[in-house]
C-alpha cells in the first residue's frame, strides 16, 4: 500500500532541485512489465510480487533516491552534471542475475537496475551502494 505522503512529483523536484531543471527521474515501466508478467517473466519471486509493484517502485526506490539527491553535496551535484549528459535517473528491472537487490551503472544515464529477484528490497541496502557512492567511485 502507497502511504499518503507519497508523491512522484515531489521526487521529481528533490531532483531538479539539486541536479538542474532538465533532469528526470524515469521509470522503466515496460521493463517491470516484462519481468513480472506471467508469459515473460524468467524469475517466480517477480511472478509473486507483481501485485506490489507501485509500492516496491515508488516507496522502495523512488522516495530514497529523492532524498539521495537533496542531500547530494553541491560538488558530486556539478560533477554529476558534467559526466550524465542525458540528464536521467532511471529504474528498471533488470533481467540479468547479480548477487545484489539492485545495480547503478552510471553512462549517459544513471541507472538503478533492479533485480528481478529481490523485487521487493529496499534502496539503499548499504552506504556503498547509493547512487552517490557509485559516483564517487566512478568519478
Do not use: H
Request: hydrophobic share 35%; net charge negative.
Amino acid at each position: 500500500m502507497l502511504t499518503p505522503s507519497f508523491s512522484f512529483d515531489l521526487q521529481q523536484k528533490q531532483l531538479k532541485d539539486k541536479l538542474g531543471a532538465d533532469w528526470q527521474l524515469v521509470i522503466d515501466w515496460p521493463s517491470f512489465e516484462k519481468g513480472t508478467n506471467d508469459a515473460t517473466a524468467t524469475s517466480d519471486a517477480a511472478k509473486s510480487d507483481r501485485w506490489r509493484l507501485p509500492q516496491c517502485v515508488y516507496e522502495r526506490y523512488c522516495e530514497p533516491i529523492g532524498r539521495e539527491m537533496a542531500a547530494m553535496d553541491a560538488d558530486t551535484a556539478e560533477a554529476v552534471n558534467e559526466v550524465v549528459t542525458e540528464k536521467k535517473i532511471v529504474i528498471s528491472l533488470d533481467p540479468e542475475t547479480v548477487d545484489a537487490r539492485y545495480s547503478v551503472k552510471v553512462g549517459k544515464t544513471i541507472d538503478v537496475l533492479v533485480q528481478q529477484d529481490r523485487l521487493s528490497g529496499e534502496y539503499p541496502y548499504s552506504s556503498t551502494t547509493t547512487i552517490t557512492a557509485v559516483i564517487e567511485k566512478t568519478l
